[in-house]
Nanobody
Framework: QVQLVESGGGLVQAGGSLRLSCAAS????????MGWFRQTPAKEREFVAA????????YYTDSVRGRFTISRDNAKNTVYLQMNSLKPEDTALYYC????????????????????WGQGTQVTVSS
């Protein structure tokens, strides 16, 4: 069982940066593939980025590729989302998610792939 707690959200001007963190409890974090998703009141929860549990493979949705970077520190049980060149359309509630898997290199893009979710952290980008 893993519990996930996001932090690092806030209000930033367009073009600015934020770094989200997701702290996980549990001793098996290193065997969890992790992902970041986001949601606004007008849209369903959408995939943003994913990382394999060995940290080797990453994958991004097209709208953030080149601006966002997902990473993880298994020694600290934490996954990060570095967000640069933020745009107003990045405004959303950001969730991290975890999936217990035996696949070292697996990355997952669908909400139903994930077993565990955090409560979310709000990111607001002003124009």
């Amino acid at each position: 069982q893993v519990q996930l707690v996001e932090s690092g959200g806030g209000l930033v001007q367009a073009g600015g940066s934020l770094r989200l963190s997701c702290a996980a409890s549990g001793r098996t974090f290193s065997t969890y593939a992790m992902g970041w998703f986001r949601q606004t009141p007008a849209k369903e929860r959408e995939f943003v980025a994913a990382i394999s549990w060995n940290g080797v493979i990453t994958y991004y949705t097209d709208s953030v590729r080149g601006r966002f970077t997902i990473s993880r520190d298994n020694a600290k049980n934490t996954v990060y989302l570095q967000m640069n060149s933020l745009k107003p359309e990045d405004t959303a509630l950001y969730y991290c998610a975890g999936k217990n898997t035996a696949d070292l290199y697996g990355v997952y893009v669908h909400t139903h792939n994930y077993n565990y979710w955090g409560q979310g952290t709000q990111v607001t980008v002003s124009s």
